[in-house]
């Protein structure tokens, strides 16, 4: 079973391997999980990064939203890419929550690592390396 600390560790792996912040100016982005789940914005809303989804404890899903968008909302790639497939606004309850779509049901968090606009090309390399380090069960083999 993997949990969120194994992709802290993966992560950290890749970062030591592709992040350095004296020359890209920024810190080593962190993973949050969105608290209460389900219930506002979620963590990172407005960069393009990387999700990773559970049921329990155990890894199901890791995917990324990086989205240059436009209009109203440019560059909030893991918003919309969540709001597209994950989520959706939950209308029955009242204050700003979301509910799981379809296949998703069985979801019990959302964690997210949200990256710099500059550097969000580096997004899509950590989701490649998560899914081949870590083989989430519903993700296709990269």
Request: hydrophobic share 35%.
């Amino acid at each position: 079973m993997k949990t969120i600390d194994d992709i802290r560790v993966c992560s950290a792996k890749f970062f030591a391997r592709h992040w350095h912040s004296d020359l890209l100016g920024h810190p080593v982005p962190a993973w949050k999980g969105w608290e209460p789940f389900l219930s506002g914005s979620i963590p990172h809303y407005d960069l393009a990064g990387c999700y990773a989804l559970f049921r329990g404890e155990e890894l199901q899903y890791v995917g990324k939203g990086d989205s240059k968008g436009g209009g109203a909302y440019p560059n909030h790639g893991l918003s919309r890419r969540i709001d597209k497939h994950v989520t959706q606004l939950d209308r029955q309850r009242e204050g700003y929550w979301s509910k799981l779509q379809g296949g998703w049901k069985e979801i019990t968090a959302l964690y997210t690592i949200g990256f710099p606009h500059d550097v969000a090309y580096l997004c899509v390399s950590l989701e490649s390396f998560l899914i081949r380090e870590l083989g989430p069960p519903a993700n296709s083999r990269v």
